[in-house]
């Protein structure tokens, strides 16, 4: 009885290895197929140089979307900069003429003023700077891609 | 399957060390791999 039930288990084991067997077979096969495929594939698109410029182009596709999105921002950062920086110029050019610079409250005042309207100025320049690196990436990108 | 277990389970099958599960399970993450860039591929040309 218990010999039987340990060959009919040991069939068992050899069935189940046997069907494993069968699905690597059938996998190996659909892989062929899928392989000689994509071999085909790449020959329609006309061989592997081919095939590398297509994702060449369309990784520059994906880069040229977040240029453009980054050029956006800094236009964005720089009109918001330019406009708050003559803001203070005009506050400046209304403010300063009448500090006493002798008065130590007034010179300090004078002096934020001052350094508040310098550094608007130099990251308005930084922004626009940078969007015009952008905007010269995304141009770029648009030629490359037009071929 | 992350890339990295994938790597691993190819060296193992490639090295011998694989069970008939673990190939077959390694056979069939492949074939999707392979699938998938065909797919990919397609639809790169249509764009």
Same mark, same amino acid.
């Given at each position: 009885m218990n010999e039987n039930f340990k060959k009919e288990n040991q069939k068992e084991v050899g069935d189940i290895e046997n069907s494993t067997e069968k699905e690597v077979e059938i996998e190996i096969l659909k892989l062929e197929e899928n392989l000689n495929g994509l071999r085909q594939d790449i020959e329609d698109i006309g061989g592997e140089d081919k095939l590398q410029e297509e994702l060449d182009k369309n990784e520059l596709l994906s880069t040229r979307w977040s240029d453009r999105y980054k050029r956006t921002m800094y236009l964005i950062r720089g009109i918001i900069l330019t406009l708050s920086t003559g803001t203070f110029a005009a506050v400046d050019a209304y403010a300063l003429p009448k +500090?006493?610079?002798? +008065?130590p409250d007034d010179k300090t005042l004078g002096l934020c003023l001052t350094a508040a309207t310098v550094v608007g100025v130099l990251s308005s320049i930084a922004s626009i700077k940078e969007f015009i690196k952008q905007q010269k990436r995304v141009t770029t990108a648009n030629k490359i891609l037009s071929y | 399957m992350t890339p990295d277990e994938m790597k691993k389970l190819g060296e193992k099958v490639a090295k011998g060390e694989a069970s008939p599960e673990e190939k077959l399970l390694f056979l069939k993450e492949l074939n999707q791999v392979v699938e998938g860039m065909r797919t990919d591929l397609a639809n790169t040309r249509s764009q």
């Open positions: +500090i006493n610079w002798d +008065i | -």
